[in-house]
């Protein structure tokens, strides 16, 4: 059975919502000459955020694979997929902030970052130890869920303010 793990909500919406704070003002203080190409601009872009943060991960009895989009793809992110038998361990490696990240090893040598923004990432993380026979307790997100969400608030309190400066 295929299972589709698409990227985190919260982490989707942080994102697009602190697009949208830092650019929406820009069409409006743009000059008259400059309002049409600043709009097209800004939808643009908001196109672009929302196609970059639709990554997935889909894993099966034979294998896991991370796909991006088209976009993704032009911008550098690449599409992997690892047979289940080809994975040798699982990795981590401390950021600078002080959490982990995690690496699928394989027995050609070669690594892949385990996506740690996925909505449902405790069935994931199941999914990935049954499959690899590889136990792990301690992996979790990369960021804990509480700073997309304070950013996602703090970008709309953002917006908010900007529509009542606009407004006013």
Known sequence: MIEKFKTLFFVKSSLVTLYIALT????????????IA??????????????????YVETCSDKISYKTSFISKTLGKKNWEISWKDIKLIKSLPTSQGSKVYYFNTYQGENFLVPQRVENFEKFVLIVSRNTGITFKEMSYISPLWTYKLLTLLSFLMIIGELFAFLN
Not at 24 to 35: A, N, Q, R, V
Not at 38 to 55: A, M, P
Request: glycine share 6%.
């Open 38 to 55: 600043s709009i097209i601009t800004f939808v643009l872009g908001l196109y672009l955020i929302i196609n970059i943060t639709s990554d």
């Open 24 to 35: 929406i003002p820009i069409p409006f203080i743009s000059i008259d000459g400059l309002k």
